[in-house]
């Protein structure tokens, strides 16, 4: 019996790192009926799948606001359709469990972030707090499992929708999966994610084997989305009849589940419709569409996109198809080419789809806040350095420049023509630039440029969320540089000035040990805000390390 909040919440996280949580599920129900619990009843809230699982979170957050309820919080908005407040509140239970330097914290948070950004459609994001999931867990002497699966999980995914298969390959060959762990809805996602990588290499007997284990074993919460990575499966192994049959028979059980699970039987059967009876699968399609947007879950609307356009694309509405293209346009910008057949096939529909949403994108992209990512035609590569600050000094002069000029801008006095028109030569393969004078020839978008304009602007919200860290941060290139201090001072100005508590909070953790800003935070947040105690101590903290 339980009898102590402390206790019980101990018993019960202890029973939820070996999968034993659900045998205390009707003795912990009982106990939250008659205490607030609110540690307890958060932990609770996010373990077990359940409808009212927001609900019980924001319960347990305005019973007490500390770093447990805050993370269970912001799970619980990832997880049911509202990923962007969901990482809002992430970040800072992520943050305060920096400040208890609680290592089981830390990585919980930031696994669950990685959750949060696949959900909001941003794979990059989501690949880079998995890794980062994975390092904590690792420097901090955890040997937890079932976490690492999950962590793993949540890593390998996005690195196959942004094309960063190979750098997780050797992890994914390292795992294996004991069958008493088979069911676990922690570790179904890592069964679930061998599957699609099975899919990936091209083994489509393999990635049977695991969507069947999940098929067998999940639990009736999470039937439709068992049957939804079993149809998948069996629509890249070419087994449609059965893909049809278990797609329709989800679809009819779906209907007392839960809006999640509707939505994923609707998609499914969308998905076992496409091929041969396209007319039929579009009002699924749509639908789920439509569902997946409005309760945003990244990779579920990127496939519910992909296969709408394709079975449009099949019946020849090609205006339609554009229309559901840029309607899905959050889930599918970052997806890779790999990505894309991943999720929607490699049907000659699926490929056009592709093909059409990158005529109607812009060819370039340019990402090189805090890092160095040149996206063509949304095919995203690692470049070399110098191509990246040739096409950083270029695309901050869209009018052109000569050759004397760019020489200067990149290296300064001691520029040279030769080396200058050699890189420009071997880029051409990839990024077509003219030569007189030096100019980009495609459309581009470049985020420290979107960013010098909505400084410019006074949109100080919108170059916050531009900036994900210095401009090409290890080049010396003389105009990269300048470039780079302009940019980081003017926003921390802007910021300064705005005295938004939110934005000087945002833009102090992006930038670290910067005094002014924690002390302009400290004396903006609000006396209850639990983020104050932080700021105080970041304060605090490097005014010691000043000698002050």
Not at 98 to 125: C, F, P
Not at 197 to 222: C, K, P, T, V
Not at 316 to 328: E, I, K, M, V
Not at 495 to 514: F, H, I, N, T
């Amino acid at each position: 019996m339980l009898e102590d909040e402390r206790i019980a919440y101990w018993k019960y996280a202890a029973a939820l790192a070996t999968n034993r949580h659900r045998r205390l599920e009707l003795e912990v129900g009982d106990y939250l009926k008659s205490h607030d619990a609110p540690e307890l009843r958060a932990l609770v809230a996010i373990s077990i799948p359940k409808t009212t699982m927001l609900e019980e979170a924001e319960k347990a957050y305005a019973l007490r606001t500390n770093s447990i309820t805050t993370r269970a919080l912001g799970f619980a908005h990832s997880v049911t359709g509202n990923p962007d407040t969901g990482i809002d509140f992430l970040h800072k239970a992520n943050a305060l469990a920096r400040k208890e330097d609680n290592g089981n914290l830390i990585v919980a948070t930031s696994n669950e972030l990685a959750i949060a950004y696949q959900m909001a459609g941003k794979y990059a994001d989501a690949y880079r707090w998995a890794s980062w999931a994975l390092e904590q867990f690792t420097e901090y002497g955890m040997n937890e499992e079932i976490r690492r699966l999950s962590i793993i999980g949540e890593l390998v995914y996005p690195a196959m929708l942004i094309d960063r298969a190979e750098a997780v390959a050797a992890l994914i060959d390292s795992l294996t999966i004991p069958e008493e762990l088979h069911g676990i809805p922690s570790v179904e996602g890592i069964i679930s994610t061998l599957g699609d990588y099975a899919i990936l290499q091209g083994d489509m007997d393999e990635a049977l084997r695991y969507a069947r284990i999940n098929f067998s074993n999940l639990s009736r919460e999470l039937r439709a989305y068992a049957t939804f990575g079993l149809v998948r499966a069996l629509i890249a192994a070419g087994k449609d009849a059965e893909a049809l049959e278990i797609a329709d028979s989800t679809y009819c059980s779906a209907y007392h589940s839960s809006k999640a699970e509707k939505l994923r039987s609707t998609l499914a059967l969308g998905m076992a419709l496409a091929e041969h009876k396209p007319n039929e699968a579009i009002p699924y399609l749509a639908s789920a569409q439509s569902g997946f947007l409005s309760s945003l879950s990244g990779p579920y609307l990127a496939q519910a996109t992909i296969y709408l356009a394709s079975a449009q694309i099949r019946v020849g509405r090609l205006d339609d198809a554009r229309s559901t293209l840029g309607a899905g346009e959050v889930a599918i910008n970052e997806l890779a080419e790999s990505g894309w057949l991943l999720l929607g096939g490699t049907s000659s529909e699926s490929q056009y789809a592709w093909d059409l949403w990158n005529e109607d994108s812009t060819p370039l992209e340019l990402r090189f806040l805090g890092t160095r990512k040149i996206r063509v035609r949304h095919q995203t590569k690692d470049y070399p350095m110098r191509w990246c600050e040739i096409l950083a000094v270029l695309a901050y002069h869209p009018e052109g420049l000569n050759g004397e000029r760019l020489s200067f801008l990149l290296q300064g006095d001691d520029g040279n023509m030769s080396t200058l028109k050699a890189n420009v030569s071997r880029m051409r393969k990839d990024v077509p630039v003219s030569s007189r004078p030096y100019q980009i020839e495609l459309p581009f978008t470049a985020d420290f440029v979107e960013m010098d304009k909505a400084l410019r602007e006074g949109r100080v919200r919108d170059a916050l969320e531009l900036y994900h860290g210095p401009l090409l941060p290890e080049s010396d290139a003389p105009f990269v540089v300048e470039l780079r201090d302009y940019l980081e001072e003017t926003l921390r100005q802007a910021a300064l000035s705005s005295g938004d508590a939110e934005v000087l909070l945002s833009l102090a953790r992006k930038l670290g040990d910067d005094l002014e800003l924690w002390e302009a935070t400290s004396q903006r947040l609000s006396k209850n805000d639990p983020l104050l105690p932080l700021a105080k101590a970041h304060v605090k903290r490097i005014q010691r390390s000043w000698g002050g």
